[in-house]
């Protein structure tokens, strides 16, 4: 006969956990949650990312905040758009006349 698992399982955000239940989680994950990160999807279309995290009567899974990268232009609009140096050809007229530093 198996025995049963009677941890409560419960899904929070990395935030609610208590200041020792955090450095746990930094500790049992030191290079980051990135390999083992999961998405859930919602009902609703939304998602969020987790982690598990397990303590001696609760299975967690932690909601990590992630910023999803979602293909909307910043307010930098243009900012590559000017190819041109300023100054390069400044630059360039200065590069062929002798320096202090090639003496």
Do not use: C, W
Not at 66 to 82: P, S
Request: overall charge negative.
């Amino acid at each position: 006969m198996a025995t049963e698992n009677k941890k409560k399982r419960l899904v929070t955000s990395f935030h609610n956990l208590t200041p020792e239940q955090q450095a746990e989680v930094k500790t049992l994950y030191p290079l980051g949650f990135n390999d083992v990160m999961q998405r859930i999807d919602k009902p609703d279309g939304s998602f969020i990312y987790v982690v598990p995290f397990e303590t001696e009567d609760t299975y967690y899974l932690v909601k990590i905040d992630v910023k999803i990268d979602d293909g909307q232009e910043d307010d930098n609009d243009g900012y590559y758009d000017n190819d041109d140096l300023q100054g390069a050809d400044e630059l360039a007229d200065t590069a062929d006349e002798p320096s202090d530093d090639d003496f």
